[in-house]
């Protein structure tokens, strides 16, 4: 079904340009008024199957005209209907009774407007729809990372605690750092679309009576109703017990993954707009494309601040359902309907649109090797003091005479590079020292900066073959394609 033109959907004016700019065509309808409509016919339409099956006086040709009429939506109508009414939902059900004449007397039958504006809700988050996307679109960008790591799992590089020179690490070390949260936030994905339930057919308070005094005091029949429009809106189970609507701590747990993804994001770009000023590794820039208006030489991380920027809005929208739960009175209150309708729709679009974003950054990274040997190569030489000493006590030097010898030539090296701006020319003092005489053809060895990461290439590896390309087996048949993305 092709997403409605603005012709047809009178609130299409009203998007969010991170639909019509960046978002994903799936994404966008799934958010769009088509598609909210259309889902209300069809539980309108599940809800008459199932209560026909059960006994109602629901006629085949009733049933049939529903079913005729799923996408015929006049959105002017319907529009009009609600701005006389002020109802949403009363307004879409005298729409659809204008093209089932025939079914109008049934349509919503025993029904509560939170019946399809909560289970419609609850279908966004489940499959087939928005959730799985976001699973595939999150493993994909694994997928890419992980590619990255291995390609790059031996290659050392600087470390840094406090964004102060540390050990060295490898690149593909780091880039197992930011795959570990993203497979996190895989996994929290797939236990949030797994615990989602459907709200069911519960009735104005969660109590089930207006379909209790429809089937006469049958409450087996009641039960059976709330188990086979579950089932046919393709869900294993129901919320046992609501009130009127489902409990808004549902809404905090999806977004609760959403912004825990946002921080993941956040954390793996701002690394790589670091890296990207320590001239290590950029982003993919185009051979056109503009840095600066006025500094033609610049090549700013864009990409990378765009999802910062996005992710900062994603991880403060948990805050909505958190503060909308706190406050639902009872069995509901209407507080949380406007507010719902605005924060649910843009955390998944805008997760959306970081993931695809990302996809992209992790699909042409750019690693400069020798920058980043050279930055080894300033700070190497203090790292090595410890492999210098036991060096020499090898050879059968005085460890406390090594120690005061370094300390020495360290602090001068330091002077020069901290006062005169120079290189760091510890080695060459260590070489121009006769003292050192019985290590000096040792020195390179001693200085490979493979021998200072440590297990980090074999981290790599086995990280990858046990985690990481086990948890994307289900993905593999959607995880091709790249992805393109323009400024």
Not at 312 to 328: E, I, W
Not at 408 to 414: I, K, R
């Amino acid at each position: 079904m092709a997403t409605p033109g603005a012709e047809e959907d009178p609130l299409a004016r009203y998007r969010s340009p991170l639909v019509s700019r960046y978002a994903s065509a799936e994404m966008g309808f799934n958010f769009s008024e088509r598609k909210k409509f259309g889902t209300w016919r069809r539980l309108w339409l599940y809800l008459a199957q199932a209560e026909k099956s059960l006994g109602l006086p629901i006629t085949d040709e009733q049933i049939k005209e529903m079913e005729a009429n799923l996408d015929n939506i006049d959105f002017k109508m319907a529009a009009e209907e609600e701005k006389k009414l002020r109802h949403d939902v009363m307004a879409h059900v005298h729409t659809f009774a204008q093209c089932c004449p025939k079914a109008a007397a049934i349509i919503h039958l025993g029904a509560t407007s939170c019946y399809v504006g909560d289970n419609t809700v609850i279908s966004y988050f489940h499959f087939p729809t928005c959730r799985a996307e976001q699973d595939e679109d999150l493993a994909r960008v694994i997928s890419r990372l992980a590619d990255f790591a291995e390609t790059h799992a031996d290659l050392p590089t600087l470390g840094f605690t406090h964004y102060q020179p540390a050990q060295l690490t490898t690149v593909g070390k780091r880039c197992c750092l930011w795959i570990q949260d993203l497979c996190m936030d895989l996994q929290n994905l797939e236990r949030a679309r797994d615990d989602l339930r459907f709200r069911g057919v519960k009735g104005t308070t969660g109590t089930q009576a207006s379909f209790l005094q429809l089937f006469e005091g049958d409450h087996s029949k009641v039960e059976e109703l709330d188990r086979l429009v579950t089932a046919k809106a393709g869900f294993k189970r129901s919320y046992m017990v609501t009130g009127q609507t489902y409990s808004r701590k549902v809404d905090i747990e999806v977004l609760s993954v959403l912004a825990s993804l946002g921080a993941s994001v956040h954390k793996i770009c701002t690394d790589i707009r670091l890296l990207a000023n320590l001239k290590e590794i950029e982003e993919p820039f185009e051979k056109d494309q503009i840095g600066s208006s006025a500094m033609p030489y610049k090549r700013n991380p864009m990409r990378s601040e765009r999802c910062c920027s996005l992710a900062r809005h994603l991880m403060t929208l948990v805050l909505d359902p958190l503060q909308t739960a706190s406050v639902q009175w009872f069995e509901r209150t209407l507080d949380d309907s406007a507010n719902r309708r605005v924060c649910l729709a843009e955390a998944f679009l805008t997760a959306d649109i970081i993931l695809s974003t990302l996809q992209n950054i992790s699909e042409g990274l750019v690693v400069y090797p020798k920058v980043i040997d050279r930055r080894i190569r300033q700070e190497l030489p203090f790292m090595a003091t410890e492999n210098i000493i036991m060096a020499m006590v090898k050879a059968g030097g005085n460890r406390q005479d090594c120690h005061e010898k370094i300390r020495v030539l360290s602090q001068q090296a330091a002077a020069v590079v901290k006062q005169e701006g120079g290189d760091n020319d510890f080695i060459a003092r260590v070489r121009a020292d006769p003292y050192f005489s019985p290590i000096h053809n040792h020195l390179d060895n001693l200085l490979d900066p493979s021998s200072f990461t440590g297990r980090a290439p074999q981290q790599v590896a086995k990280f990858l073959k046990e985690e990481v390309r086990p948890a994307l087996i289900p993905y593999q048949s959607k995880m091709g394609g790249k992805m393109e993305l323009t400024l």
